[in-house]
């Protein structure tokens, strides 16, 4: 990207418990950026296009992975502009 560009959202992670309920969750991104942060209900996710990795953990609930691709076309100024992609989580509790 070329400056000023602003960073474009790749993500939108909803994060329920598997009967629906709220939960406070911590998002970690391995790919193609690296960013941890706590989030519920909706986390965003911003960066450029490509391969997300990125695992979502919470108290007193089995982690989740998740790949997911994120389509990108550059504009004539240079700046990118992604395709944001919804991904849907839901955490099942562990005994």
């Known amino acids: 990207m070329s400056p000023p560009c602003d960073e474009p959202l790749a993500l939108e992670v909803s994060v329920t418990s598997a009967s629906g309920g709220p939960v406070l969750a911590t998002v970690a991104v391995t790919s193609p ?17 490509g391969k997300y990795e990125f695992d979502v953990t919470a108290t007193g609930f089995a982690p989740v992975h998740k790949s997911v691709q994120v389509q990108g076309t550059q504009r004539k100024c240079g700046c990118e502009i992604v395709e944001t992609q919804t991904v849907q989580v839901a955490l099942v509790p562990t005994p």
């Open 33 to 49: 950026v690296v960013t941890t942060f706590s989030c519920s209900a909706t986390c965003p996710v911003s960066g450029p296009s």
